[in-house]
T-cell receptor
């Protein structure tokens, strides 16, 4: 079973700072990796999806990379804003299954 | 864009009640999923479905059942609600290579 870990559990940064969120997974036979954002009491919003043949994806100020050999993915947020405050979750799918396994998330607070 | 709709944002039910959580997607996707989310435990898969009338157990199916009579609708059923089923319930539909989630149902069992 795929185990997904996100460290740190919480992060607080001043507005404007560039930051990196980390995600590690145990099974390198990864098929897809997806990053989500979750606001308090809400569902998950998809941010970026990296397919197995890709190494990174970009959307606006967000960039996600995938290194299967080391079992890691990072989400880079440029020029952080207070509106970026949320919990960020990563989820990994292996070649053998049809489900994603989720980390417990990193709670990000951007201080104005 | 795919839309996944969960019928209720908040529910309060009594212990022992039979509870239905409904999820509807609008793009004829085959794969649908039910997760529960608890602090410190993350998202855990309860059940998923590959197609109409097909269902597979996830990691924590005990105390739950599901129904998929039409492709667009996937229902989660709590046969006899208990307080330890108080949680946030999230439905997802498979969108090409990734998931789209509904807005969640916060269920409280008293």
């Amino acid at each position: 079973k795929q185990e997904v870990t996100q460290i740190p559990a919480a992060l607080s940064v001043p507005e404007g700072e560039n930051l990196v969120l980390n995600c590690s997974f145990t099974d390198s036979a990864i098929y897809n990796l997806q990053w989500f954002r979750q606001d308090p009491g809400k569902g998950l919003t998809s941010l970026l999806l990296i397919q197995s043949s890709q190494r990174e994806q970009t959307s606006g100020r967000l960039n996600a990379s995938l290194d299967k050999s080391s079992g890691r993915s990072t989400l880079y947020i440029a020029a952080s804003q207070p509106g970026d405050s949320a919990t960020y979750l990563c989820a990994a799918e292996t070649n053998t299954g049809n489900q994603f396994y989720f980390g417990t998330g990193t709670s990000l607070t951007v201080i104005p | 864009d795919v839309k996944v709709t969960q019928s209720s944002r908040y529910l309060v039910k009594r212990t022992g009640e039979k509870v239905f959580l409904e999820c509807v997607q609008d793009m004829d996707h085959e794969n649908m999923f039910w997760y529960r989310q608890d602090p410190g435990l993350g998202l855990r898969l309860i059940y998923f479905s590959y197609d109409v009338k097909m269902k597979e157990k996830g990691d924590i199916p005990e105390g739950y059942s599901v129904s998929r009579e039409k492709k667009e609708r996937f229902s989660l059923i709590l046969e006899s609600a208990s307080t330890n089923q108080t949680s946030m319930y999230l439905c997802a539909s498979r969108v090409s290579y990734g998931y789209t989630f509904g807005s969640g149902t916060r269920l409280t069992v008293v």
